[in-house]
Antibody
């Protein structure tokens, strides 16, 4: 059974940092691309960014609102993907989902991690 | 940037009826990269359809997708009680890579 389990969410103040982790199981981690998707309360999902395989230099791409503030990395030895979020803004408040990407779609989803940015 | 507009915003139907949901793109979308998801309150989106018309694993055949270019449709035949939810379309494009989601269509019980 495929599982993606996020952790690390919480309440932070504007300007602070937070790191989310996503532990994957049930499939070949090293072969997968991972995408983070977020969803603010009552809003549509929003693409945050993605990371390719290590054999593809773990290349990353980001949505414009988070570029230069967010970093995605992966540790294949731990089957874990990370989302490092820096200089957080109130508009970053959302549930963050870790997904496995397959041909431009989210094939599997985690349960989500709530990130609240508020003073 | 591609914009996806879904219609209607809300669809009120009775169990057993057919639901037809539309997703219109502001420019042509590669049908390989058009997907649909179902979301219920407090849950992650659930993949339904990928590459316009292919059902994801475990999705019943009352769900079907079609379309090309800028117009795509999700059809749900014989609505079941568990089908009342919000549905999102999503596209992927490269150069630069990005995903876009529609604003969603809520299917609720009439």
């Amino acid at each position: 059974e495929v599982q993606l389990v996020e952790s690390g969410g919480g309440l932070v103040k504007p300007g602070e940092s937070l790191r989310l982790s996503c532990v994957a199981s049930g499939f070949t981690f090293v072969s997968a691309w991972f995408t983070w998707v977020r969803q603010a309360p009552g809003k549509r999902p929003e693409w945050v960014g993605r990371i390719k395989r290590n054999t593809e230099n773990a290349e990353t791409d980001f949505a414009a609102p988070v570029r230069d503030r967010f970093i995605i990395s992966r540790d294949d030895s731990k089957d874990t993907v990370y989302l490092q979020m820096n200089n957080l803004k109130t508009e970053d408040t959302a549930v963050y989902y870790c997904t496995s990407e397959n041909w431009g779609r989210a094939e599997f989803w985690g349960q989500g991690a709530l990130v609240t940015v508020s003073s | 940037e591609i914009v996806l507009t879904q219609s209607p915003d809300t669809l009120s139907l009775s169990p057993g009826e057919r639901a037809t949901l539309s997703c219109r793109a502001s420019q042509s979308v590669d049908s390989t990269f058009l997907a649909w998801y179902q979301q219920k309150p407090g849950q992650a989106p659930r993949p339904l359809i990928y590459a316009t018309s292919n059902r994801a694993t475990g999705i019943p055949d009352r769900f079907s997708g079609s379309g090309s270019g800028t117009d795509f449709t999700l059809t749900i035949d014989r609505l079941q009680p568990e089908d009342f939810a919000v549905y999102y379309c999503q596209e992927y494009h490269d150069s630069p890579p990005s995903w876009t989601f529609g604003q969603g269509t809520r299917v609720d019980i009439k």
